[in-house]
């Protein structure tokens, strides 16, 4: 479970911006949260809201970026530049990042990254018995152009290391040359809607969450339930693979979904996915990202939430991440929404608010707000001002 996430120069956050995931120890319980293997309380859940423009997709990119560049980034070529956003407001600076996380085995890590498009300009990694301890240190030498790198108990010989490309986690280095030091993020699974470029249309991730639903016998079954429940009329639905021809002429095959749609005399009738409307198609998309992680736990980035979908919908998807029966491993949902309806759900401390202000942003927990008691009423205050992070509508433009 995250129980930190700091990262400085990163898109419009100029100044170091830190995302607590553990709550006070003496808050009042909302629901929606664990506890750690040292009794620390960690919430399920982390929303985010501000205006358009403010700075709250930002806010949820780098948990999504960190675990990707961990695991996946010795997939970009040789050459290839980092996928980081420009650093406008300080282009001399590297972004600096840095996330605290237990394994499903209750093991604390934190890992720390300085970059550029370009190279890792710094890298390491920790982990806690009594106090944080270094696995490895790697650090860019301007002089020799090359790395420094210092390994203690980190599986992988120094050699090795030094090979590392400099637009590469040397953890996901490791995971290449079958590390064991790795086992703490290869069985770590984190899912995400949103990249560096911003939150793709979900007809994106339609052919992840094919593949995904054709894999896993038994998430279908489960999305099907949801989808039933939430009055979509939906009976079913399952996937077909089916033969097309692509721009260049050439046959290619592709899973297709089709929905099942029952009436109460008995009859049915079935549409495919992409006549279906906006919100079955967005749910279908949504539950493909978030029943995994619910599974076996780990982290869902969710920007925009309740895109396309009925706004009492989100407290039974927020739910998911509050029992234990459907949550046994701890999952954590962290996502921006428009929805003020959330509010009524989580407390202060499970809520950041985002303004920007001279294009630079800033977000805050509503456990950091003067004068907000546990027991207000947290969407009221919200609504009515007495937070921030709303919109305000210029009449002298």
């Known amino acids: 479970m995250i129980r930190s996430l700091k990262f400085k120069n990163f898109q419009s956050f100029l100044e170091e911006?830190?995302?607590?995931?553990?709550?006070?120890?003496?808050?009042?319980?909302?629901?929606?949260?664990?506890r750690a293997a040292d009794g620390t309380r960690l919430t399920t859940v982390l929303a985010a809201f501000g205006a358009n423009a403010s700075g709250k997709t930002a806010l949820l990119k780098p948990a999504a970026f960190l675990f990707w560049f961990m695991k996946g980034s010795f997939g970009l070529d040789v050459d290839q530049d980092i996928p980081l956003p420009p650093r406008i407001l300080n282009p001399?600076?590297?972004?600096?990042?840095?996330?605290?996380?237990?394994?499903?085995?209750?093991?604390?890590?934190?890992?720390?990254?300085?970059?550029?498009?370009?190279?890792?300009h710094?890298?390491?990694?920790?982990?806690?018995?009594?106090?944080?301890?270094y696995l490895f240190k790697r650090r860019w030498n301007e002089q020799s152009e090359?790395?420094?790198?210092?390994l203690k108990s980190f599986d992988l010989p120094l050699h090795v290391a030094s090979r590392a490309r400099?637009?590469?986690?040397?953890?996901?280095?490791?995971?290449?040359?079958?590390?064991?030091?790795?086992?703490?993020?290869?069985?770590?699974?984190?899912?995400?809607?949103?990249?560096?470029?911003?939150?793709?249309?979900?007809?994106?991730?339609?052919?992840?969450?094919?593949?995904?639903?054709q894999k896993f016998e038994g998430l279908r079954e489960e999305a099907t339930a949801l989808l039933r429940s939430w009055?979509?009329?939906?009976?079913?639905?399952?996937?077909?693979?089916?033969?097309?021809?692509?721009?260049?002429?050439?046959?290619?095959?592709?899973?297709?979904?089709?929905?099942r749609h029952a009436r109460e005399n008995g009859e049915h009738f079935t549409l495919p996915y992409e006549t279906e409307s906006n919100g079955t198609q967005s749910a279908y998309v949504l539950l493909a990202l978030l029943i995994p992680v619910l599974h076996t736990g780990g982290l869902a980035v969710i920007d925009e939430m309740e895109s396309d979908l009925h706004p009492h919908l989100l407290e039974s998807l927020l739910s998911l991440f509050d029992a234990e029966e459907t949550n046994p491993h701890g999952a954590q949902l962290f996502f921006t929404s428009h929805t003020t309806k959330v509010l009524d759900y989580i407390s202060k401390a499970q809520t950041y608010f985002v303004e920007k202000s001279d294009c630079v942003s800033t977000a805050f927990r509503g456990d950091q707000v003067h004068g907000l008691r546990s027991d207000d009423n947290l969407r009221a205050k919200y609504e009515s001002g007495a937070i921030g992070a709303l919109p305000e509508v210029r009449s002298d433009v």
């Open 166 to 213: 400099q637009n590469t986690s040397l953890v996901s280095w490791a995971r290449q040359h079958e590390s064991t030091s790795t086992e703490f993020i290869d069985n770590y699974i984190a899912q995400w809607n949103v990249d560096i470029d911003g939150r793709p249309h979900y007809l994106s991730n339609l052919e992840f969450a094919n593949e995904a639903f």
């Open 231 to 259: 009055d979509l009329g939906l009976d079913s639905f399952e996937l077909k693979k089916e033969s097309y021809v692509d721009s260049a002429g050439k046959t290619k095959r592709q899973l297709r979904a089709y929905f």
């Open 17 to 34: 911006t830190e995302v607590l995931f553990e709550l006070p120890k003496g808050a009042p319980s909302r629901g929606y949260e664990r």
């Open 146 to 150: 090359s790395y420094d790198i210092q």
């Open 92 to 120: 001399d600076e590297p972004s600096d990042f840095e996330i605290v996380f237990d394994d499903s085995d209750g093991e604390t890590w934190k890992y720390e990254l300085k970059l550029t498009e370009r190279r890792v």
């Open 122 to 133: 710094w890298e390491a990694l920790y982990k806690r018995a009594t106090r944080f301890s």
